[in-house]
């Protein structure tokens, strides 16, 4: 697993609510997937090795904003 630091955040600036490591965020990988931090969902169960988190529609907004799409 990478570490943060290698990840470009596309979402939050540290201030507000939450701290600068503790928000619901999107970070692009250096092959251009994606990571998504967010509160864990028990919306069903995934299969193993896989995890479901749940972020607000205006931090997938902001990543999209930030990507230019």
């Known amino acids: 697993m990478s570490e943060r630091s290698a ?3 596309l979402t939050g600036n540290g ?10 965020n999107v970070y692009r990988t250096a092959t251009g997937s994606f990571v998504v931090q967010g ?10 090795g896989e995890g479901l988190v749940e972020i ?6 902001e990543a999209i ?5």
């Open 56 to 61: 607000p529609e205006s931090v997938l907004r």
């Open 39 to 48: 509160d864990v969902s028990d919306a069903f169960t995934p299969p193993t």
């Open 15 to 24: 201030n507000g609510e939450c701290g600068e490591k503790d928000c619901p």
């Open 7 to 9: 990840l470009t955040r």
């Open 65 to 69: 904003r930030a990507l230019g799409w």
